[in-house]
T-cell receptor
């Protein structure tokens, strides 16, 4: 599976839009891009997933350019409760025997 | 509400003890996973199982074994606990879907300290 690279940490202020970019240069045709969020002392939880172009849900938007070598998670108007670690994963779709590989993630700190 | 339940939130064990970490899911998922999480290292996959009695090694299986006798239950076993196995252990499950990456659901984690 494609290796992912994302910033180790980011800082923001309440009310700002935060964009976290992940690079996955070796992504394959059968791969999806998935993002998880983890709060301290909890397990990760799924935020959003996409294959190409743009996906939006009630939590975030995911932008994927045509070459799919990178993706950007966009969190609109963050609040203190968005302080968490965000993981970008590449997940293969052609097998149900699917093990998720997490990297170190991006630690987002939202300040008042 | 979907649920992955880990048997203990905190555990303290002695070096050399055999340790069992239990995980139960109520979503009838085929896939189950065990990860450990250490500061600065993210989540690392220990083992995963895609069916009853089936298992595959993850990235760091040394010192661990697993058991899946029933679909809903996946156990992680530390045969002889050592201090370098002090960590947060996370269990997860997901569907056996082929229509795209499927969402994984995580338990609340077990913080194991080996003294």
């Amino acid at each position: 599976l494609a290796k992912t690279t994302q910033p180790i940490s980011m800082d923001s202020y309440e009310g700002q839009e935060v964009n976290i970019t992940c690079s996955h240069n070796n992504i394959a045709t059968n791969d999806y891009i998935t993002w998880y969020q983890q709060f301290p002392s909890q397990g990760p939880r799924f935020i959003i997933q996409g294959y190409k172009t743009k996906v939006t849900n009630e939590v975030a938007s995911l932008f994927i350019p045509a070459d799919r070598k990178s993706s950007t998670l966009s969190l609109p108007r963050v609040s203190l409760s968005d302080t968490a670690v965000y993981y970008c994963l590449v997940v293969r779709k052609d097998t149900g025997r699917r093990a998720l590989t997490f990297g170190s993630g991006t630690r987002l700190q939202v300040q008042p | 509400d979907v649920k992955v339940t880990q048997s203990s939130r905190y555990l303290v064990k002695r070096t050399g003890e055999k340790v069992f970490l239990e995980c139960v899911q109520d979503m009838d998922h085929e896939n189950m996973f065990w990860y450990r999480q250490d500061p600065g290292l993210g989540l690392r996959l220990i083992y995963f199982s895609y069916d009853v009695k089936m298992k595959e090694k993850g990235d760091i299986p040394e010192g661990y074994s697993v058991s899946r006798e029933k679909k809903e239950r996946f156990s992680l076993i530390l045969e002889s606990a050592s201090t370098n196995q002090t960590s947060m252990y996370l269990c997860a499950s997901s569907e056996y879907g082929t229509g795209g990456g499927t969402e994984a659901f995580f338990g609340q984690g077990t913080r194991l300290t080996v003294v």
